[in-house]
C-alpha cells in the first residue's frame, strides 16, 4: 500500500486530490530525498483560509483549529522558550522566496449532514465549494468523529486538491479535507499520540491539547497546508509521480524530532504539568506536535526540536 493520489490536474479531470496516510505507511523506507520543482504556479502572498466543520464539531476543537491557523502567521509568542508555530511555517517561504500569511476567513457549521454521513470524494469537493472559494484562498473542509469519509483510515487520513472556481471555472482553488478518527482509526491516523495499528508499540504520546483526535488531525491538518502551497495544482514541489507524489511533508513522514526513527518521533519537549509532548506553541500559549518539513536550502528534514 502507498499513498494514493486519487486525480491530478494532468489528467483530463477537472479536480486533484493528494493524500495524508496512515500510520501503516511510516515503516516504508523512503528513498532519498529531493522534492523537484515543476514549474507550476504556487501559492504566495496573503491568503485568506475559510472553514467548513461538517458532522458533530465541539466548539474546543473549533477553538485549537482556529488558533493554530491564526498562529501560522502571528508572530513567535513571547517571551518564548520554545519553538513556534510561525517558526516552523516559515520554512515554507524558502520554497518560493515569497511568505505565504493567512487571514482567517468564513467558518460554515454543517452540522445536520447535508449530504450525509457518508461523504465520497466529490461530496467533499462540493463541500469546499460552498465557501466562495478563489485563486487566493484555500478551503478547509473538517468532518467530525461522526463522519465516514471514503477512503479515510484504509487509505488516507486527509488530503489536498484543487477544482474550478468561480461559475466559468476559467481558475482553480485550492481545497484541503482533515477527518477526526478518534473513534474511527486513531492508532493510524492520530500517531503518535495513539497506539499504533502496525510497526513498533512504542507507547504513545500525551496529545498537548488534551484530545487525541484534534490533536491528531493538527499534524494532518499541518501536512496538507505545507502541501497545499508549495504544490497546489500537481506541478510544484514533488518527489517522484505526479499520481502518488512525497511533498513538503510526506517527505518526511514520522519525523517530529531529533533522533526520530521508525515508530519513534523523536526528542521532544513536554509540559511538565499534563506530561504532553509538543514542539511548537502557538497563540495564547496553545501548543502543538508539528511534523518535520523538508528544507529545499539543506535538502533535509527540518524539524523544530
Known sequence: MFPLLLLSLLTL???????????????????????????GPLLTGNLTINLLWYGLVPPSHISIVSDFLRSLSSPSP????????STWWRTTSLYQNSSTKFTLGSHVMDSDLSLGRSLTSADLTKLASRLSPH???????????????EGFCMSRCGHHGSAPAGRHGRSHFAYIWVGNS???????????????IYGPQTPPLGAPNGDVGVDGMIINLATLLAAAVTNPFGDGYFQGPANAPLEAVTACTGIFGTGSYPGYPGQLLMDPTTRASFNAKGLGGRKYLLPAMWDPKTAQCTTLV
Not at 495524508?20 to 515543476?38: A, C, F, M, Q, W
Not at 478518534?182 to 499504533?196: D, I, K, L, R, S
Open 135 to 149: 485563486r487566493n484562498s484555500i478551503a478547509i473542509v473538517l468532518t467530525g468523529e461522526d463522519v465516514l469519509v
Open 182 to 196: 478518534v473513534t474511527q482509526c486513531p492508532g493510524e491516523c492520530a500517531w503518535p499520540f495513539h497506539q499504533p
Open 13 to 39: 479531470l477537472p479536480t486533484a486530490t493528494l493524500s495524508t496516510t496512515p500510520r501503516s505507511l511510516y515503516l516504508v523506507k523512503p528513498e532519498p530525498i529531493s522534492l523537484r520543482y515543476h514549474h
Open 78 to 85: 513571547s517571551p518564548s522558550p520554545s519553538p513556534s508555530v
